[in-house]
């Protein structure tokens, strides 16, 4: 089954705790802190794996999670760190934050990877809270929890040569005749209903990948007879290679089509009307005369287009056709191609920067929130008096006290920091 947009939901695995602990050993008074760091929760990657080319292993697994980190234990044992999850997905997957909408990264090639959920990180066990001034602490931070998000994955397929018009006008039939590809045929609207990939070969240990595209009609870019879904598949073709029907078979006008088609392009993205585009004025072999095909060759030329008056069923000009997509596509180079696409191969992930905001909820109730505020919320265990504590000198540390001030928080005044509340006193 061809699957081409999938959704599903991935979290990182949660680290480990680290422990609170001390050494005791027959003969030796007063032992020191021993208690180990907790194992760094595993991460979900996304690796192209290119034997793959659909997105249907995602369809019925609708969450993913990586493995948690072991916690901590005495005699400064660290625990194991969680084992990543590795997800394998085919070149050409685009990937999205579903709620955000933002373009995470676009994967291309062989082995290329994507960290889409990353490991909380180990808590650190109260051994690494030792000095001088602190001999014996009793508190130890708890893991960070894994990273969560929901996912969209779309494909757009990586062929060289897209194949496009109108449903009817003979795409899957000249794919089957110049490649291997056995599409299903018919005579009825949309008997495509999921593109096509052929090897098309050329001789000289020469190939091409060429994909028939589901047949577009007026209105494809808002969606209409599910035009948009096969649109992005065109995005990453080399060139274009529109086929009319040129018999007039359906009653339409191929010049119109033409039109038509070259417009829901525009309108689905200005980029591919600027694609090396040749035009394959398919089924001569049902022309009563040569009108049609003076009239359509002569309206393509006037704007700028070069015609190949073929016949998929009988062959005739086909071979013509294919020994000139082989030459233009080796005149096309990679830097055109990457400047007329302005993709982005991976999109960094920005992290915010590290501090403290203060939000008022009534007269006198405040919360204090921020990046630093949950990255160490997450670490306190607040049943432990030790590390709330070491919690506050953190915050007051990165200037906490000032911040309320300026705020104007007061005396008696609430303040709530994660599950913590309490009266504030100057």
């Known amino acids: 089954m061809f699957l081409d947009q999938v959704e599903f939901r991935v979290k990182g695995g949660d680290g480990g705790n680290g422990v609170v602990s001390f050494r005791r050993e027959k003969y030796i008074d007063m032992g020191g802190p021993d208690g180990g760091d907790g194992g760094d929760g595993g991460s979900v990657i996304l690796r192209v794996d290119p034997t793959l080319n659909t997105l249907s292993d995602f369809r019925y697994h609708r969450h993913y999670q990586a493995a948690k980190g072991i916690h901590g234990s005495g005699n400064n044992k660290h625990g194991k760190s969680g084992q990543d999850l590795l997800l394998k997905v085919p070149p050409g997957t685009v990937i999205y934050d579903t709620d955000t909408g933002q373009l995470l990264a676009d994967l291309t090639k062989e082995g290329q990877e994507w960290i889409v959920a990353r490991g909380g990180k180990g808590g650190k066990g109260n051994a690494r809270f030792k000095k001088s001034t602190r001999k014996a602490p009793r508190f130890a931070d708890q893991g960070e929890i894994g990273q969560e998000r929901n996912l969209t994955l779309e494909l757009k397929l990586l062929a060289d040569v897209g194949l496009i018009g109108y449903p009817n006008v003979g795409k899957s039939t000249l794919i089957s005749v110049v490649s291997e590809a056995r599409p299903k045929i018919a005579s009825y609207p949309f008997t495509t209903l999921k593109p096509n990939l052929g090897v098309v070969s050329v001789g000289d240990y020469r190939s091409f990948v060429m994909a028939d595209i589901p047949g577009l009609i007026k209105g494809a870019h808002q969606g209409v007879g599910l035009g948009d ?20 078979i359906e009653g339409r006008d191929p010049l119109q089509d033409f039109a038509d088609i070259n417009q829901e392009l525009i309108n689905y993205n200005q980029r591919l009307s600027a694609r090396p585009q040749l035009v394959a004025l ?145």
């Open 229 to 248: 879904e096969f649109l992005r598949h065109i995005e990453r073709t080399k060139l274009l290679l529109h086929v009319l029907d040129v018999a007039g």
């Open 282 to 426: 398919n089924k001569t072999d049902l022309l009563p005369n040569d009108q049609n095909l003076v009239r359509a060759t002569r309206g393509l030329e006037r704007v700028g287009m070069e015609v190949f008056p073929i016949s998929a069923v009988t062959g005739k000009g086909v071979k013509e056709l294919i020994a000139r997509v082989s030459r233009l596509l080796e005149e096309i180079s990679e830097e055109e191609l990457i400047i007329a696409e302005e993709e982005v191969v991976i999109k960094p992930e920005f992290n915010q920067e590290r501090g403290i905001e203060i939000k008022r909820w009534s007269a006198d109730l405040y919360e204090i929130t921020g990046s630093l505020v949950e990255e160490n919320i997450q670490k306190t265990n607040f049943s432990n008096d030790d590390s709330v504590k070491r919690l506050l000198r953190i915050l007051q540390h990165h200037g906490l006290n000032q911040l309320m001030t300026e705020k104007g928080i007061k005396q008696g005044d609430v303040v709530k920091i994660g599950s913590l509340e309490f009266e504030y006193l100057e």
